[in-house]
């Protein structure tokens, strides 16, 4: 297993109040785009209306390892992640999948593996839509990747941020999870 992309914890991040709410108390979360051999994590703080990236990258199995090994894995270094951070949010992307079922069990698979490893440590788990954290991130339920990493650099006030679109997809879900969190009625909303 390989977890890539260190800690950024020096950055502090400014978030436009009419995102989130200000707060006396930090609040810290973990988004998760859930792959077969590849899990991307992000690890956000809030306190008052600023936001740190404390940590993002992914967990990554050796292709070729096969189920249920790549589960195991998976949930290994997900739970390694959680017990450093520990975070009170999951925000973990709802699955679509239309062309390649063989893929979606997969990781539909992983998916449930990382919800049950959520759900034992009693973590509080939101689960946005794409469309949702597209329009969460850009304002569109229709903006493309490219849209979304720019968008995120304009919100979380960072440069550049290096790693594979997984662990960008897991930013951009913790950041609409910090949303929905703070919300009664968007925390309800799936």
Known sequence: ????????????????????????????????????????YAVLE???????????????VPSGTPSPDNLLMLRKGLREILEEFNPSIASVEEMFFAKNKKTASRVFESRGVLLVTLAELNIRILEPTVSQIKKGTTGSGTADKKQIR?????????????GHDDS?????????GLSMSS????????
Not at 150 to 162: C, D, F, G, I
Request: no cysteine; glycine share 6%.
């Open 1 to 40: 297993m390989l977890r890539t992309f260190g800690s950024l914890q020096k950055w502090s991040l400014i978030l436009d109040t009419i995102f989130m709410r200000s707060s006396s108390s930090s609040l810290r979360i973990i988004g998760i785009d859930p792959g077969s051999h590849r899990a991307g």
């Open 168 to 176: 960008w997809d897991a930013i951009a879900a913790a950041y609409v």
């Open 150 to 162: 720019h968008a995120l650099k304009l919100l979380l006030n960072v440069e550049l941020l290096k």
């Open 183 to 190: 919300s009664p009625l968007l925390s309800k909303l799936r």
């Open 46 to 60: 809030k306190n008052a209306s600023k936001i740190k990236i404390l940590n993002y990258g992914t967990v990554e």
